[in-house]
């Protein structure tokens, strides 16, 4: 019989809802529940495209006996992280301050009150590598809960009491200058690894922001290091196993230094973010592969990753059916000599095994390689390798297919609108911005409410019921931004400032300008989270800062810049002592510290060829954060087009920064050097 999770939206907790366990979702009924019944609760928190979540449901949650010991002496509430960010981030800290790691599944225990007092991750169904088996550890917590109440509840009130002594320390409300950017550029270069590229050792994630803030810092200085940096780490990923050489699109990260093995899960918000950042580097450079990768990341997203509604799924799983009935990771990508001949014939699998580097013991499990594109000094026929890739992505499309998380998450989408827009305007590819103005659109139509607040997350049409948080208002704006400079439509920019309004009203400090992740009226938890460094996403507070500066670059709005500014103070702090985990703020930086220019194009119409090259030009710019706006003169789609008259009867692109303009344009060349000054 289906528990309480059968009527929820996230597809993470709908895989729970057939389990043995009396499952609750996160709610004050779960905890007044453990109250009336005097237990502790046990929060498991993971998400849909987690290995070792699905791991430990297989082993325990399915687990008859396991089930009836946990639904008698707990209360047991299953959370997805995407859905709820803010639990997450509140029990992570805990977990990560108990133990000095975290991950997923995150397994806490907690009194009726939702206060922390035992913390863990996965755990086995048996004792193995030192850890306790999942039983041992309910024993334990259940004998303590019984024995020892009151030491249990002082060690929760104490943890709790640390976490609110946790509080950031805001410092100054300066803005980071010259010195601290260079000082950040320092920090990354003795962190790079020069014959791999990328940061640090393994795993290895793809640093989508820290590459963004080396183009713009490149564009704002001609810092060749940055350059360099971004370039070759863009190249090592796009040639790795972390790159899906056939159907485009990344994975998650890379379990060794060299990109070689991925863990095989595709996030949204990794190929959002990347597609951009190879968007960006061809803008930068050139570069015919930034373009292929560029272009092959969007295609994959609108082919594999667009739901019926025109939004974008959170996740495509690790793991699929390797045709034998078992889930196994990466069994969809992978690929043995054996399998190459089989659908490409003897001499086209030769080729292929020396072009993606299959081998006869293989690079990952049983044989198996992943695909990859090895240097190599051999010239290859482009034509035949074509067809061989579309013969094995046609043959690979008959695998049985990785699960797919279908919920819409607002902020991703918004990250996905932003790549999607750009991508599409740079190379010409009209569908990609119309993918994008529909996942904008199933925004505005599904998850603003009439006051322009953001549900977190929708499932087939269906708004979730959780409110979003500040990376949600940060990212959908954002992307707002993005596609009102390619597309003209100044619809978007008002839709940015209604969700930036709730940022300045809702989530900021109004003292000191600090950011929080929760509204001021959202959900009391055990203390409200406040996080400004980027991880695997922008963070919302650098997230807010970047889309604060862009609006107030397009109206003019000092409010908005000026809290722009003072979220910025924690960058100055961060920056140079953390750079690889402030990639974000550190591009926003960039933008403050380069005006950011404000370009306004205006002609006849938006159609009109003399126009469109100037628009074109303007979006083409590498001025770091430069917001565009396209219209007719005295337009009233943008601020920026107000008292911009045509010059002599022709279309011109008026560009200004910090209060000063420069002599309208008429001409691409003229504009563009206005922009690389």
């Known amino acids: 019989m289906p528990n309480r999770l059968a009527h929820e939206t996230s597809p993470y907790l709908l895989q729970h809802a057939d389990n043995p366990v009396d499952w609750w979702p996160w709610s004050p009924e779960a905890f007044e529940e453990a109250r009336k019944r005097n237990v502790p609760v046990l929060l498991s928190v993971g998400y849909s495209s987690c290995h070792w979540c699905h791991v430990m449901a297989h082993e325990s949650f399915e687990d008859r006996?396991?089930?009836?010991?946990?639904?008698?002496?707990?209360?047991?509430?299953?959370?997805?992280?995407?859905?709820?960010?803010?639990?997450?981030?509140?029990?992570?800290?805990?977990?990560?301050?108990?133990?000095?790691?975290?991950?997923?599944?995150?397994?806490?225990?907690?009194?009726?009150?939702?206060?922390?007092?035992?913390?863990?991750?996965?755990?086995?169904?048996?004792?193995?590598?030192?850890?306790?088996?999942?039983?041992?550890?309910?024993?334990?917590?259940?004998?303590?809960?019984?024995?020892?109440?009151?030491?249990?509840?002082?060690?929760?009130?104490?943890?709790?009491?640390?976490?609110?002594?946790?509080?950031?320390?805001?410092?100054?409300?300066?803005?980071?200058?010259?010195?601290?950017?260079?000082?950040?550029?320092?920090?990354?270069?003795?962190?790079?690894?020069?014959?791999?590229?990328?940061?640090?050792?393994?795993?290895?994630?793809?640093?989508?922001?820290?590459?963004?803030?080396?183009?713009?810092?490149?564009?704002?200085?001609?810092?060749?290091?940055?350059?360099?940096?971004?370039?070759?780490?863009?190249?090592?990923?796009?040639?790795?196993?972390?790159?899906?050489?056939?159907?485009?699109?990344?994975?998650?990260?890379?379990?060794?230094?060299?990109?070689?093995?991925?863990?095989?899960?595709?996030?949204?918000?990794?190929?959002?973010?990347?597609?951009?950042?190879?968007?960006?580097?061809?803008r930068s450079t050139g570069s015919e592969l930034a373009r292929r990768v560029a272009l092959e990341t969007a295609d994959f997203m609108v082919r594999e990753l667009r739901t019926e509604q025109g939004g974008f799924a959170s996740a495509l799983d690790a793991d699929s059916d390797d045709g034998t009935g078992r889930h196994v990771e990466g069994a969809f990508y992978v690929w043995t000599p054996e399998q190459l001949r089989e659908v490409l014939g003897d001499a086209d699998a030769e080729l292929a095994a020396r072009y993606f580097g299959v081998t006869e013991e293989g690079t990952f499990e049983h044989g198996s390689s992943v695909l990859q594109l090895p240097q190599r000094e051999e010239v290859f026929d482009a034509e035949r390798i074509e067809s061989v890739k579309a013969r094995l992505f046609e043959a690979r499309s008959r695998r049985p297919a990785p699960g797919r998380d279908d919920k819409v998450v607002a902020a991703w989408n918004g990250l996905a609108i932003a790549a999607l827009a750009e991508t599409g305007a740079y190379f010409d590819r009209p569908d990609l911005v119309e993918a994008a103005r529909a996942a904008a659109d199933l925004l505005v139509r599904l998850h603003l409410d009439e006051h322009a607040r953001l549900a977190r997350t929708s499932k087939d049409g269906r708004a979730g019921a959780h409110a979003g948080v500040l990376e949600d208002y940060a990212d959908v704006a954002e992307g707002f931004l993005a596609l009102a400079s390619v597309t003209g439509e100044g619809v978007w920019l008002d839709f940015a400032g209604l969700l930036l309004d709730h940022v300045l009203e809702r989530f900021a400090d109004p003292d000191s300008g600090a950011l929080y992740d929760t509204a001021a009226d959202a959900e009391t938890l055990i203390r409200r989270p406040q996080d400004p460094t980027d991880n695997a996403t922008p963070s919302g507070w650098s997230a807010a800062a970047g889309a604060l500066l862009s609006y107030a670059a397009h109206t003019g709005s000092e409010p908005h810049r000026t809290a722009a500014e003072k979220a910025l103070g924690v960058v100055r702090a961060l920056g140079p002592r953390v750079p690889r985990f402030t990639g974000w703020g550190l591009a926003v930086a960039e933008a403050l510290l380069d005006g950011p220019r404000e370009v306004a194009v205006v002609g006849p119409s938006p159609a009109d060829e003399s126009t469109r090259l100037l628009h074109r030009t303007a979006l083409l710019a590498t001025a770091p954060g430069a917001v565009v706006a396209v219209g007719v003169p005295d337009g009233d789609e943008f601020p920026l087009l107000a008292d911009r008259p045509l010059v002599g009867g022709e279309p011109a692109a008026y560009v200004c920064r910090n209060f000063t303009c420069d002599a309208p344009a008429t001409a691409p060349d003229r504009l563009r050097a206005a922009l690389t000054r």
């Open 65 to 282: 006996e396991t089930a009836d010991y946990l639904n008698a002496h707990f209360v047991s509430v299953k959370v997805d992280r995407e859905e709820r960010p803010d639990v997450d981030a509140v029990y992570m800290e805990a977990v990560q301050a108990a133990t000095g790691h975290g991950g997923w599944p995150m397994t806490v225990f907690l009194t009726p009150d939702a206060e922390p007092f035992y913390f863990g991750t996965y755990f086995p169904p048996a004792p193995r590598h030192g850890m306790p088996s999942f039983r041992q550890v309910l024993q334990g917590v259940h004998a303590a809960w019984t024995d020892r109440r009151e030491e249990v509840t002082e060690v929760a009130g104490k943890i709790v009491r640390d976490l609110a002594g946790r509080e950031i320390s805001y410092g100054d409300t300066k803005v980071p200058g010259e010195q601290e950017l260079a000082q950040a550029l320092l920090g990354l270069t003795r962190e790079y690894d020069p014959q791999r590229g990328g940061f640090g050792g393994a795993p290895k994630f793809p640093p989508s922001m820290v590459i963004e803030f080396l183009l713009r810092h490149h564009a704002r200085t001609g810092a060749e290091g940055a350059l360099q940096m971004a370039q070759d780490t863009c190249e090592r990923m796009a040639r790795g196993g972390i790159y899906d050489q056939l159907g485009g699109g990344f994975a998650r990260y890379s379990v060794d230094r060299d990109w070689v093995v991925p863990h095989f899960e595709k996030m949204l918000y990794d190929n959002a973010l990347l597609c951009r950042v190879y968007a960006h580097l061809w």
